[in-house]
C-alpha cells in the first residue's frame, strides 16, 4: 500500500464511519477498486484506521462524555453483546471480507431503512424519546444486540444501531448521537484487539506504520467535519436518502461485478 491509498481509504473512512453505509464496506469496495488485495496488513489497516475516527467522536462530544456518568453506564451496557459475540466469532468475521457480501447488505440494509423511515414519517407518530439523557438502560441493550448484525460487512455498525434506536422510540437526532457514542468502545476495543491479534504483522512491517497513522489522521479530519454536518442534517431530514444510496451502489457493484 502507497501514501495516496492510505489518504484515499483515510478519506472514505472518515466519510462513511458515521454515516449508516457501511465504513467497512466501503473500505472494501474502494480497495477493491483501487486494485489493493484483502491482505492481512490491508485488513488491520481498514482496522486501525478506524481510531482516528474514534478520536473525532471523542472530540466532538468531550463536554457530554466528562459530565455524564450514566452515559459512559449505558454505552457500556450497549458494548457488552458486541464484544462477547465479537470476541467468540472473530475469526469468522474476517471470512466475510467480500464485496459481494457487501453489496448484498447495503441493499438489504437500504430497504430496511426505507421502510423504517416511512412508518415514522406518519403524522401520528412521536418519538417517545428527545433527549440523549432520556435514553434508558433498556434502550441501549436492545441498541448494543443490534450492533453485533454490523459485523457482517457491509450492513453498518451506525446503520444498524440508528435502525434499532428508532424502533425503540428515539428521535433521529438522539440515535445519531447515541450511535456516534457507542462507536467509542465498540471501536475502540475491536482496533486494541485486532492489533494484538496481529501483532506480528506489525512488527514485521514497521515500515507500514507512518501509512498508517496517515490514514487514521485523515480519516480523524474528516470524520469532525461529518459528524457536526451530519447531525445538522437528520434534524431536518429523514433517512430515507441513505437507503436509497444504499441500494443504488450495491446494484451499481453488483453489475458491475458480473
Not at 59 to 81: C, M, N, Q, V, Y
Not at 109 to 123: A, M, N, S
Not at 134 to 163: D, E
Not at 200 to 216: R, S, V
Amino acid at each position: 500500500m502507497d501514501i495516496i491509498s492510505a489518504i484515499i481509504l483515510g478519506i472514505v473512512e472518515g466519510l462513511t464511519e458515521f454515516l449508516p453505509v457501511s465504513s467497512t464496506g466501503h473500505m472494501i469496495l474502494t480497495s477493491h477498486f483501487l486494485g489493493l488485495e484483502q491482505t492481512q496488513i490491508l485488513k488491520c489497516f481498514e482496522v486501525v484506521i478506524q481510531l482516528g475516527s474514534i478520536l473525532a467522536v471523542v472530540w466532538a462530544f468531550k463536554e457530554r462524555l466528562t459530565s455524564d456518568i450514566s452515559l459512559w453506564i449505558k454505552l457500556i451496557i450497549g458494548f457488552i453483546p458486541t464484544a462477547i459475540i465479537g470476541f467468540l466469532a472473530y475469526k469468522y468475521i474476517k471470512e466475510l471480507f467480500n464485496p459481494n457480501i457487501v453489496a448484498y447488505m447495503l441493499i438489504i440494509g437500504g430497504i430496511i431503512f426505507i421502510i423504517v423511515e416511512l412508518f415514522h414519517k406518519r403524522p401520528s407518530y412521536t418519538p417517545s424519546t428527545i433527549h440523549l439523557h432520556n435514553v434508558s438502560y433498556n434502550q441501549a441493550l436492545i441498541i448494543g444486540l443490534s450492533q453485533c448484525l454490523a459485523m457482517i460487512p457491509g450492513t453498518s455498525r451506525s446503520g444498524s444501531t440508528i435502525i434499532t434506536g428508532l424502533l425503540c422510540g428515539l428521535s433521529r437526532e438522539v440515535a445519531a448521537r447515541f450511535s456516534f457514542l457507542l462507536a467509542i468502545p465498540t471501536m475502540l476495543a475491536a482496533t486494541i484487539y485486532d492489533s494484538y491479534k496481529n501483532r506480528e504483522i506489525f512488527a514485521t512491517n514497521l515500515d507500514q506504520i507512518w501509512i498508517f497513522l496517515t490514514g487514521a489522521a485523515v480519516a480523524f479530519i474528516v470524520a469532525l467535519i461529518v459528524i457536526k454536518l451530519f447531525l445538522r442534517f437528520v434534524a431536518h431530514f429523514s433517512y430515507i436518502s441513505f437507503g436509497v444510496y444504499r441500494i443504488v451502489l450495491g446494484l451499481a457493484f453488483l453489475s458491475l461485478s458480473l
